[in-house]
């Protein structure tokens, strides 16, 4: 079945520091890939999302690129604020002859600390 | 655009009594929602999708007569936790999916569930 791996946190980084935080996918056909970011005592939201091999996702300065040959949608920073703290899920939608089902994978989260 | 509130955010119950938890897209129609739960510091995991006017379709290992969901509108979907017990207590999140924005899903912000 489909899955998702990220790196294992917490990560810690003080401000305007480079942020990656890896995310490979195992999947049928041709999935959907996203970034979702949950806050302290929030809901998540959906943060970017990349639907074929080559796309960028961008939002909020984050970047993602989907790479269809390494299996993976790593998410990127250039500088980190201390209002990126949060959560990060990296997730997928499969797809099935030809029809989204809309099921998300999630992977496990990694947990972001921002210091000033 | 794109709203999905989840009501109540937080409720705290007896051990044997029921809770229903409300999930609504307000200003779209939702084909399909999604129930997740979220244990502290873990991934979503997800119960079960309802369509609407049909049966959910439970996940491996969640009890369908348990968790009751109901799909009565493209607007709203709704939880009961049956008979609850501490263990059900939880942060239960559900999402709405429509089809043809890209396989994206809307969050609701989320209940917590106390269960004494």
């Known amino acids: 079945g489909d899955s998702v791996t990220q790196m294992e946190g917490p990560v810690t980084l003080s401000e305007e520091a480079f942020l990656t935080i890896n995310c490979t996918y195992t999947a049928t056909g041709y999935p959907s890939l996203f970034w979702y970011v949950q806050y302290p005592g929030e809901g998540l939201q959906l943060l970017l999302k990349?639907?074929?091999?080559?796309d960028k996702g961008s939002n909020k300065g984050f970047e993602a690129t989907y790479r269809k040959e390494t299996t993976s949608f790593h998410l990127e920073k250039g500088s980190v604020q201390v209002s990126d703290s949060a959560v990060y899920f990296c997730?997928?939608?499969?797809?099935?002859?030809?029809?989204?089902?809309?099921?998300?994978?999630f992977g496990q989260g990694t947990i972001l600390t921002v210091h000033p | 655009g794109a709203v999905v509130s989840q009501h109540p955010s937080w409720v705290i119950c007896k051990s044997g009594t029921s809770v229903k938890i409300e999930c609504r897209s307000l200003d779209f129609q939702a084909t399909t929602m999604f129930w997740y739960r979220q244990f502290p510091k873990q991934s979503l995991m997800l119960m079960a999708t309802?369509?609407?006017?049909?049966?959910?379709?439970?996940e491996q290992g969640v009890e369908k007569d348990k968790f009751l969901i109901n799909h009565a509108s493209l607007t709203l979907s709704t939880l009961t936790v049956t008979s609850a017990h501490p263990e059900d207590s939880s942060f239960y999140i559900c999402?709405?999916?429509?089809?043809?924005?890209?396989?994206?899903?809307?969050f609701g912000p989320g209940t917590r569930l106390l269960v004494l």
């Open positions: 990349a639907t074929k091999a080559d």
């Open positions: 997730a997928l939608t499969g797809w099935a002859g030809g029809t989204s089902y809309g099921k998300l994978t």
């Open positions: 999402s709405a999916h429509l089809s043809g924005r890209g396989e994206t899903q809307y």
């Open positions: 309802s369509n609407e006017g049909s049966k959910a379709t439970y």
